[in-house]
């Protein structure tokens, strides 16, 4: 290997990395890469691995090891890059590193979203940065725009597309007609989706990360547990098909809006009219729209997860940190990026009172007067239906599917509405309860 | 007035504005706002106006000034804002204010275009910060995502809608297939382009843009006079209406692209494939989308002008200088955003070697052998035609208008052809001759 290794300059920020896996070998090959213009800036001194013996392509074996300790307490290692994800050993890694005073780079959502507070604390305490812009959006730059750029905003709102995995499998049931399994098993043998795919299909994954920014953009510290969570499992070929035809699209939402009586935070699968832009995000890609009071609606796009995206934003971090190493009197005192400097945190509020339109589908016995009875099950709510469509019945079964678009109405009316609807004997079942994502309100 | 002004505290910033115009006077609203998270950061310490009698809602009015000095030559200042506009005197005061070691927060295009290397020198040479986010895409935080979070990243290209005024314009002919200059007096009646709208319509202002972008992305010092521009004046109702036929919508683009030969830059109406994301910027949005050999395509897209955004940019501005004073041991060497760290500057290649498709539109004489003489030209030049269509003849006249789409041709050649068909006898005119921007090669 012809690469010329700068191992200790007085200037350089000494770089140790947990984890060489796809993300890991990205970042340290990238580390290492001769011709860059922040060469000298960094200095990678050691590498930890569970397995030594994987081949790694570009990636200096000389620093490779299975022993945390050469990593976390290499006195050289002024900065601990985080990639191996998972909850442990890495959140541990991440404390101690914290609590040694090295700055901690990390792309670990689920460690962010649950020891984001802990972490936080540490990192003041011990004035060091704490820096995760991968965990959110891959390479989407989302979390310095808001801490950073749009730092004299109120935001107001964010609404995102932050998991890959589902937003290609809607994409490819929509195109295709396919079914969520099928769907599913595409995105399987493309390596878009884990064997076991709960953290991306039941939202965990964009729970997480929801929390992240929303912990960011309103100073709301929000347990991951507390957010709606609604996952794409029952989304089926028709309902794409039933919201085609009336104009949408569905996709998973992760959403958190800010008004005068708090935070609302929420992911669920949601009908998106056509002809926004967030309706046009296929396959793998992440968006996020944030809304700030001075600024507008901003709109960030591009590759939410992958080696080379998330490589960015490990490295957009180390060099922030370096830089900022090289102009200070010394390590202490830098800022936090994770802390906020909201004097008040913002209540989070629940769903209860959230008021948007609903997309409503049902298996209903295909006779006379069925329609009254479902209907007067809305007016009792004080739900008003916008319109009713009929759309292919089973005749073997005797069953029609009956979509019901409402006026806006409120959530626990609907829900209320939703058990009362199962009961009724004209009703088989109630398929889908979808909620419209509206935009003209912003 | 309940506001309550905060004049020296040890720890705030201060700041002086220079203009208070829409801009101006939103800057100055957001600065005394007393219920900021950053209000303890900062202090406004003097405001110059060329008209002080101008009512200016929510500013204070002690402030303000008719006097430069009183601005410039404050020591508590330790920001100059400058968002007067136009050349002269604000590159004056700019570099003054540098040369007295204070940072400069500018939204003006034009000085930093045709003055960026002599005030980023300044500032090295003062130690000081010059920032000019609101310069490019308005609140669009695009050179901040250049420079710091993509940092790690080669920007291999850049393309963008940088002037909401022209793509207000072609937009509104598309929709409503109005002409040029009825679409123009729209625009202006709605306050989206000057009474003298030169700047705008004949891309001096996206030249400026893109020379500052060339310049942090690729660290290349382009002179906007060597850029090459094109305007939209000659974009006709027909041209979008031929270009939906096949497929596409008309933009004006501003693109700059690196590789191993040089940094190619220009600006110029473009045919845009209508299912990409950059067909579908409507109005007065701005959108850039970069490229960056890490990250892959980055699309950020939001309000390009107001005051509400460009305030939102200046003070991002404003603020990250500010958190840099008080985490630094004192004012000096603070970097600039400015300056480049690459070494070797990359060659500025000019358009003779450009290869993409093109859209001719040919007022030929409607009748036989006219294409033969028309395609020859073609052959002639080694340009390949992929189709030609023939649209509604002027039967009057008898002219009928020839659309012809080419193959990826050489810049050089299809000039050449122009020159050529020009003179043909069987050609009335070359009405127009638009390049194609495709999709499929990044």
Same mark, same amino acid.
């Given at each position: 290997m012809a690469m010329e290794r700068q191992l200790s300059s007085p200037s350089a920020a000494g770089v140790g990395l947990l984890g060489a896996g796809v993300v890991g070998s990205q970042v340290a090959r990238v580390l290492v890469q001769p011709d860059t213009d922040f060469r000298h800036l960094l200095s990678l001194n050691g590498i930890l691995v569970r397995d030594k013996s994987r081949p790694r392509d570009g990636v200096p074996s000389d620093l490779i090891t299975t022993d945390p300790e050469r990593v976390l307490g290499?006195?050289?290692?002024d900065i601990i890059v985080e990639?191996? =994800? =998972? *909850?442990e050993p890495a959140h541990s890694y991440m404390a101690a590193a914290l609590k040694a005073g090295k700055h901690v780079v990390t792309a670990n959502k689920e460690v962010l979203a649950k020891y984001g507070d802990e972490l936080t604390n540490l990192a003041a305490e011990n004035g060091v940065t704490l820096s995760y812009e991968a965990s959110v959006g891959g390479g989407i730059p989302v979390l310095a725009v808001i801490q950073d750029s749009l730092r004299a905003n109120r935001i107001e709102s964010i609404r995102a597309i932050i998991n890959g995995t589902t937003n290609f499998v809607l994409s490819s049931m929509e195109e295709s007609g396919s079914s969520f399994e099928d769907a599913l098993a595409e995105a399987q043998s493309l390596g878009y989706a884990e064997a076991d795919p709960t953290a991306d299909v039941d939202a965990h994954d964009a729970v997480y990360k929801l929390s992240i920014l929303t912990r960011l953009a309103f100073g709301a510290s929000v347990n991951p547990e507390a957010i709606h969570r609604e996952g794409?499992?029952?989304? #089926?070929a028709k309902d794409l098909r039933y919201a085609g035809a009336l104009g949408f699209t569905i996709k998973l939402l992760a959403i958190a809006r800010s008004d005068a009586n708090g935070v609302r935070c929420r992911v669920h699968p949601a009908l998106v009219p !056509? *002809? !926004?832009p967030m309706a046009n995000v296929n396959g793998v890609l992440n968006a996020v729209e944030l809304n700030g009071d001075l600024l507008g609606p901003l709109w960030l796009q591009g590759r939410g997860a992958g080696a080379g995206p998330t490589a960015s934003a490990v490295m957009g971090d180390v060099l922030r940190i370096a830089k900022t190493m090289f102009t200070q009197s010394g390590k202490g005192q830098s800022t936090n990026n994770g802390s906020s400097t909201r004097e008040i945190e913002p209540d989070v509020i629940d769903m209860d009172d959230l008021r948007v339109r609903y997309y409503v589908r049902l298996a209903a016995?295909?006779?006379? #007067?069925v329609l009254a009875k479902v209907a007067s099950v809305f007016g009792d709510a004080q739900i008003s239906i916008a319109s009713v469509l009929q759309f292919d019945s089973d005749d073997e079964r005797g069953l029609a599917d009956l979509v019901i678009m409402t006026h806006p109405s409120r959530e626990a009316n609907m829900q209320e509405a939703a058990m009362r609807l199962r009961q009724l004997? !004209? !009703?088989?079942?109630?398929e889908n309860l979808i909620r419209v994502e509206d935009y003209d309100e912003v």
């Amino acid at each position: 290997m012809a690469m010329e290794r700068q191992l200790s300059s007085p200037s350089a920020a000494g770089v140790g990395l947990l984890g060489a896996g796809v993300v890991g070998s990205q970042v340290a090959r990238v580390l290492v890469q001769p011709d860059t213009d922040f060469r000298h800036l960094l200095s990678l001194n050691g590498i930890l691995v569970r397995d030594k013996s994987r081949p790694r392509d570009g990636v200096p074996s000389d620093l490779i090891t299975t022993d945390p300790e050469r990593v976390l307490g290499d006195d050289r290692n002024d900065i601990i890059v985080e990639v191996m =994800g =998972g *909850e442990e050993p890495a959140h541990s890694y991440m404390a101690a590193a914290l609590k040694a005073g090295k700055h901690v780079v990390t792309a670990n959502k689920e460690v962010l979203a649950k020891y984001g507070d802990e972490l936080t604390n540490l990192a003041a305490e011990n004035g060091v940065t704490l820096s995760y812009e991968a965990s959110v959006g891959g390479g989407i730059p989302v979390l310095a725009v808001i801490q950073d750029s749009l730092r004299a905003n109120r935001i107001e709102s964010i609404r995102a597309i932050i998991n890959g995995t589902t937003n290609f499998v809607l994409s490819s049931m929509e195109e295709s007609g396919s079914s969520f399994e099928d769907a599913l098993a595409e995105a399987q043998s493309l390596g878009y989706a884990e064997a076991d795919p709960t953290a991306d299909v039941d939202a965990h994954d964009a729970v997480y990360k929801l929390s992240i920014l929303t912990r960011l953009a309103f100073g709301a510290s929000v347990n991951p547990e507390a957010i709606h969570r609604e996952g794409i499992r029952h989304i #089926g070929a028709k309902d794409l098909r039933y919201a085609g035809a009336l104009g949408f699209t569905i996709k998973l939402l992760a959403i958190a809006r800010s008004d005068a009586n708090g935070v609302r935070c929420r992911v669920h699968p949601a009908l998106v009219p !056509v *002809e !926004v832009p967030m309706a046009n995000v296929n396959g793998v890609l992440n968006a996020v729209e944030l809304n700030g009071d001075l600024l507008g609606p901003l709109w960030l796009q591009g590759r939410g997860a992958g080696a080379g995206p998330t490589a960015s934003a490990v490295m957009g971090d180390v060099l922030r940190i370096a830089k900022t190493m090289f102009t200070q009197s010394g390590k202490g005192q830098s800022t936090n990026n994770g802390s906020s400097t909201r004097e008040i945190e913002p209540d989070v509020i629940d769903m209860d009172d959230l008021r948007v339109r609903y997309y409503v589908r049902l298996a209903a016995i295909d006779k006379f #007067g069925v329609l009254a009875k479902v209907a007067s099950v809305f007016g009792d709510a004080q739900i008003s239906i916008a319109s009713v469509l009929q759309f292919d019945s089973d005749d073997e079964r005797g069953l029609a599917d009956l979509v019901i678009m409402t006026h806006p109405s409120r959530e626990a009316n609907m829900q209320e509405a939703a058990m009362r609807l199962r009961q009724l004997d !004209v !009703v088989a079942s109630l398929e889908n309860l979808i909620r419209v994502e509206d935009y003209d309100e912003v």
